[in-house]
């Protein structure tokens, strides 16, 4: 029963802590930017909308902030619950949601789309959906590569996941040497941007999909804690092994998928995050998921603020800022683990 | 699709990238005329050019017939299609040896590591890397003059300057239009200062917005600050950003968008550094013009 009760204080903790952090982020992310808006006139504009009063004019806030914002705490929330499914699952710390090789998958179809000049069909529509088939279809490679007799064996997976990258690598750098002037657009994938094209579309498409993901995983937290014990004791249990592993890899790669469709490849999100979560909260998952899905949210609506106004007018590619940030934290909370 | 258009790119991608390193490294020293002197004694026979803009020069100062290689990304004039090709964004310093040349012309910018090949080899080469109009000019002189053609490439260069000077008397005093220029339009890249763009936009009586986002080339631009600004004229060189300006909610109360002033414009007649520049600012100025009408 005591164990129940403090279960339920982190689990609490877990979810208002960063929930709170997150409502910091967003209006952080609302009130910065290269144009200056009032705080006050920002929140006019987004609430005459939500009422139904906005006028016909361009509102910088509606049309490209908030839904940067939102489409960058879906990213964050999904990448990093993503991430801490993964690293349960194999056991490894290196793990993330890339791993299966997903990230690299997306990026060639992106990039191919691109190329064959499907951006300019259908509102370019065919390029994140290319990039999503692509995505799904490397993950699908390495699976396939990693089964034995019925068997998903972890090790084997990791090894397929970094060689079938390393070939969907190879495969768009060959891409883009044939490129030329759609570089600048394929661009945009490899270095990760929230500024998307029609940004409301590209958000519900990647909500909708990776908050369903999301939901997914934290259904299966408690069977991550099963299976952290081993396949034995996880069977003992009542966990079935194989399921698991299939369950955790789609759902982590269809959501994945969607979010490097709506915004490129974004580092170390999904690397950090459970790391720094599993020191704070310990490793059980369920706290771990919800508490690594707010942060996510928090890092990359906090990095986008970032990318709008460090140098503006200009603007710094998301993923570089993750990246650069995120070395030396992942170094700093790796130092910490051993000390 | 278009035609490739290789000087686009690397403005694109690698000018807000490489900027500093490359101005510290390769400002002056590119203009000027490499050996000239060693090379006017006798007019070169057979000529390879390494990048769109030269071998666009090459044709117009009267040198095309001795033009024996040219790289894929070369598409003006016509007759560059049947002229060896040696290369595309990268240059095969094999294939330009292969093809004997006595004179290489290059970009010093786009062109480096092929020119310090090409040139260790004992190959004579003369690069140019021109940073405004007037310059272009300068460019044309320096190749001609390599060539044996000087006499053309002085009435060439003439051509651009005067065109120049019209523009400058032309828009003398009239009123200024805000002009955007994308070369791509999410996440949207811009031309800031020290591009062509930049200075034909300024001489045709416009103001270019995001001329402030950066010193050289071509940058990441805030889309918050591009809709702020309102520009009353969109220039995009793609399909693909021709529709997103005009279908996105974010634009839909910009003045170009609303008079319908968003325009798509060949890119080679804006970023590349040739004769036809004078074409990308008689169609900038005719553009411009009209937008002042309707202002």
Redesign the interface.
């Known amino acids: 029963m005591k164990t129940r009760a403090a279960l339920r204080t982190r689990l609490t903790l877990a979810a208002a802590v960063p929930a709170c952090l997150l409502v910091v982020c967003f209006f952080a992310g609302l009130w910065t ?3 200056g808006v009032g705080p006050m006139e920002a929140l006019g504009q987004v609430a005459s909308h939500l009422t139904g009063r906005a006028g ?3 509102s ?1 806030i509606w ?3 908030l839904p940067r914002i939102l489409l960058a705490a879906v990213v964050g929330a999904v990448l990093a619950a993503g991430g801490a499914a993964m690293q349960g699952l194999l056991g490894n710390p290196l793990a993330e949601p890339y791993t299966a090789g997903v990230s690299s998958g997306c990026v060639l179809g992106a990039s191919l789309a691109v190329i064959l ?1 499907l ?2 069909v259908a ?2 529509w065919p390029v994140p959906a290319a990039a999503f088939l692509t995505g799904l279809a490397a993950v699908l490679l390495v699976l396939a590569l990693a089964r034995r007799s019925g068997k998903l064996d972890v090790n084997t997976f990791l090894l397929a996941g970094i060689i079938v990258g390393a070939f969907f690598w190879a495969v768009t750098t060959f891409v883009l ?1 044939l ?3 759609d ?3 394929i ?2 994938w490899l270095a990760g ?1 929230f ?4 940004p ?1 579309d590209y958000l519900k498409m990647a909500s909708v999909i990776g908050l369903l993901c999301l939901a997914g995983l934290f259904w299966n937290a408690r069977d991550l804690n099963a299976f952290a014990l081993g396949e034995d004791q996880a069977r003992s249990l009542g966990v079935e092994p194989e399921r698991l592993k299939a369950m955790v890899i789609l759902l982590t790669t269809l959501g994945t998928a969607a979010c490097v469709s709506a915004a490129g490849v974004i580092g170390f999100a999904g690397l950090i995050v459970p790391h720094g979560m599993r020191r704070v909260f310990g490793p059980d998952h369920r706290p771990l998921l919800v508490s690594s899905a707010l942060c996510g949210a928090c890092l990359l609506v906090l990095a986008d603020a970032l990318a ?1 106004s460090l140098a ?6 998301v993923g570089v800022i993750t990246s650069i940030v995120g070395a030396p934290v992942f170094l700093w909370i790796l130092s910490r683990g051993r000390a | 699709m278009r035609k490739p258009c290789y000087s686009r790119l690397w403005s694109v991608l690698f000018l807000p990238v490489a900027c500093g390193a490359l101005l510290a490294s390769c400002g002056a020293p590119g203009r000027s005329p490499s050996e000239p002197a060693a090379e006017a004694h006798r007019s070169p026979r057979r000529i390879v050019s390494l990048s769109p803009g030269t071998t666009e020069i090459l044709f117009a100062v009267g040198a095309g017939d001795r033009v024996v290689g040219v790289t894929s990304q070369c598409d003006y004039p016509p007759e560059t299609g049947g002229r060896e090709k040696v290369g595309d964004v990268s240059i095969s310093v094999e294939k330009v040896v292969a093809l004997k040349p006595d004179l290489v012309v290059a970009d010093a910018f786009l062109n480096r590591e092929a020119v310090r090949s090409v040139r260790s080899l004992g190959i004579p080469v003369v690069t140019i890397s021109p940073k405004n109009l007037d310059e272009v000019a300068q460019a044309v002189e320096t190749i001609a003059a390599a060539c044996g053609t000087s006499e053309q490439g002085r009435k060439v260069a003439g051509d651009i300057r005067s065109a120049v000077e019209s523009m400058r008397r032309t828009h003398r005093g009239r009123s200024a239009v805000k002009v955007l220029f994308a070369v791509q339009a999410s996440p949207l890249w811009a031309a800031a200062q020290n591009t062509f763009v930049d200075e034909m936009i300024t001489l045709c009586g416009g103001v270019n917005v995001s001329r402030k986002a950066g010193k050289n080339g071509f940058v990441l631009f805030s889309e918050e600050s591009a809709v702020a600004a309102a520009p009353e004229v969109i220039l995009v060189t793609d399909r693909p950003a021709l529709e997103y300006f005009l279908r996105s909610s974010a634009w839909r109360g910009c003045p170009a968008v609303r008079r319908r002033s968003v325009i798509q414009v060949d890119p080679d007649v804006f970023l590349r550094p040739s004769p036809r520049i004078v074409e990308g600012l008689q169609q900038l100025s005719a553009i411009i013009g009209s937008a002042q009408v309707t202002q």
């Open positions: 930017g290269a144009v016909p004019e361009t910088i049309d490209l902030r000049g951006d300019s509102g370019g040497s490129a030329r002037e570089i600048a657009r661009f945009m941007s500024a998307a094209p029609y409301w709008r503006p007018p200009r603007e710094v590619p």
